[in-house]
């Protein structure tokens, strides 16, 4: 396809109904038995002697680090891994707030870099059908001639990921611990209000809160817009309305959140923290940042977070206030005995290789990734500085040598990092016995439903609900409208094109075509 057209159709779509993919059955070849194209299958490129040179969009990830650079091409720890892996990079960072514009842009105007940094799916939106059009590479035989311990350290699900119709796309970060988030808590502030016990059903928590709010803590639970890292109790009653939280009920495939019953009493457990102040009164408008500032202020004394994340917080929490202990414990359960957050997909960011980039390069980028999932770069990423960061500086820093740099890894946790210390010991620990117990995984359409395409008000993204049940959800906790009126939210996302990804999402699970299911309790589904 020349380029014109391309452009021409990726814009239409993108700014419209959204390009709509192949569907990709739910079991797909392995990596090695798949064939790749003639192009991919040629004569092999001339490997250069000197580094190869090549261009990367990386998208910020709110890394503090990144964001305050000057020039990211200039930075040193950039200049050392240029160094161990004889490469030249030219890094286009891309904003993270405004990510899926941007990318849209990029594909719009065909500047696009020789590696693209994208979401877990080949069909993600920010991709805008780039996949299906051919603007990237089949890396099948190229991965298997150039970079072979890619496909021996990656796990299969992960490739299964970026795989469509039997041919890879990407080279993935991968998730071995699907449960990722995690229900976070101040266990010095649970001792000094007399908690002897962690708490396990919603109503326990619930007792915890306003034991929390009693000895004068600001914010029992601290809330965040969207409910994003603050929607523990949906979860709970396994009611997430999100992109993976399809269910099937008497053989028909639904949203979670058709579960009207189960959907109000999640919807009046937070109306009950807003109306006693056990959550932060401004939650619908907290954004990340502040989300966080208020956190390691003092201020809080329950929030969600990614389990990893918890040394560094607590870091940063101690020079605020000196005293302070973070811990994970079992997310609050619900009716059926079950709770935790929704389950990640086993790939996380991705990487492809623009189609048009030079055949010599190849070669190089190639072993660029492979070399990150070596033993070598384990030890230089998470090991090279402090394990154990004392300031915000510190921490910046280290986050983004081994989370930002370490581009492809396992992104569960840090396994390098946590094994030097007791609290990083002790973390692992929570990674054994307390994540694999919980996450309430689902059914998603990948790539997503046409309708929800032409609709964007009713479709869902990874953690944020559609934006037509935002908006009523926002309202009923505040008491703005009755919860009891959730039957007719559900109509209203039926009414503005909800009936028609109903009607295509039975028709494909019936065909059992372009579906991925989370969680051990959806292969009952398959």
């Known amino acids: 396809m020349r380029r014109s057209k391309w452009m021409a159709c990726t814009m239409a779509f993108a700014l419209t109904t959204g390009l709509v993919g192949c569907s990709s059955n739910v079991d797909k070849p392995t990596p090695a038995a798949s064939a790749g194209s003639p192009a991919t299958a040629s004569a092999a490129p001339v490997v250069p002697q000197g580094p190869t040179k090549f261009s990367i969009s990386l998208r910020t990830l709110n890394f503090d680090y990144v964001e305050k650079a000057a020039n990211l091409n200039e930075d040193k720890w950039v200049k050392e891994l240029e160094k161990k892996t004889n490469t030249d990079l030219d890094i286009r960072l891309v904003p993270h707030a405004d990510f899926e514009k941007k990318m ?31 603007v990237f590479l089949e890396l099948n035989d190229l ?11 990656i796990p299969q699900a992960a490739w299964d990921e970026v795989t469509l119709n039997g041919k890879i796309y990407a080279i993935p970060e991968y998730i071995s611990q699907p449960s990722r988030r995690a229900t976070w808590v101040r266990e010095d502030l ?8 962690d708490p396990k059903t919603v109503d326990e928590y619930l007792d915890m809160l306003r034991a929390f ?25 396994d009611v997430y309305p999100y992109l993976s939280q399809f269910e099937v009920i008497d053989g028909k495939v639904q ?17 009950t923290m807003f109306d006693e102040g056990l959550i932060h009164k401004e939650f619908a408008t907290i954004n990340p940042t502040n989300f966080k500032n208020i956190i390691l202020s003092g201020k809080a004394g329950m929030w969600e977070m990614n389990a990893q994340e918890l040394l560094q917080w607590q870091t940063q929490l101690k020079q605020a206030v000196p005293d302070a202990k973070i811990k994970i414990i079992p997310s609050p359960v619900g009716p059926d005995g079950k709770g935790g957050g929704y389950l990640y997909s086993s790939g996380a960011r991705s990487y492809l290789i623009n189609a048009k980039t030079a055949k010599d390069k190849i070669p190089g980028i190639l072993k660029f990734f492979e070399w990150q999932t070596s033993e070598e770069a384990d030890k230089w990423f998470d090991l090279t500085l402090p394990t154990e960061p004392k300031t915000d500086a510190e921490v910046s820093e280290q986050r983004y040598l ?41 059914l998603e359409f990948d790539p997503i439903l046409e309708a929800m395409q032409k609709n964007p008000d009713i479709a869902p993204l990874s953690d944020t609900a559609p934006a037509v049940l935002l908006t009523h959800m926002v309202k009923m906790v505040y008491g703005k409208e009755p919860i009891s009126d959730w039957p007719k939210v559900i109509e209203e996302w039926k009414s503005k094109g909800g009936n028609d990804a109903l009607k295509a999402a039975n028709e494909l699970y019936q065909k059992r075509s372009g579906i991925k299911l989370r969680g051990p309790e959806a292969q009952k589904w398959k």
């Open 104 to 134: 849209v842009q990029m594909f719009a105007t065909g500047d696009i870099p020789d590696v693209v940094q994208a979401g877990a799916s080949t069909s993600g939106k920010e991709l805008a059908g780039s996949v299906q059009a051919g």
């Open 213 to 237: 709010k009693k000895i004068g803590v600001e914010h029992p639970f601290m809330g965040r817009q969207d409910f994003k890292y603050a929607d523990i109790f949906f979860g709970a009653y």
């Open 402 to 442: 081994s989370g930002f740099l370490h581009m492809v890894k396992d992104d569960a946790f840090r396994k390098q990092i946590l094994s030097t210390t007791q609290e990083g010991k002790d973390l692992l620990k929570t990674f054994e016995t307390v994540l694999p117990n919980e996450g309430r995984g689902g």
């Open 190 to 197: 649970m001792q000094k209000a007399g908690i002897t016990k």
């Open 255 to 271: 949203p979670k959140f058709f579960d009207s019953e189960n959907m109000q009493k999640a919807l009046q457990m937070y109306k």
């Open 143 to 153: 991965i298997k001639q150039y970079a072979p311990n890619l496909l021996k350290t």
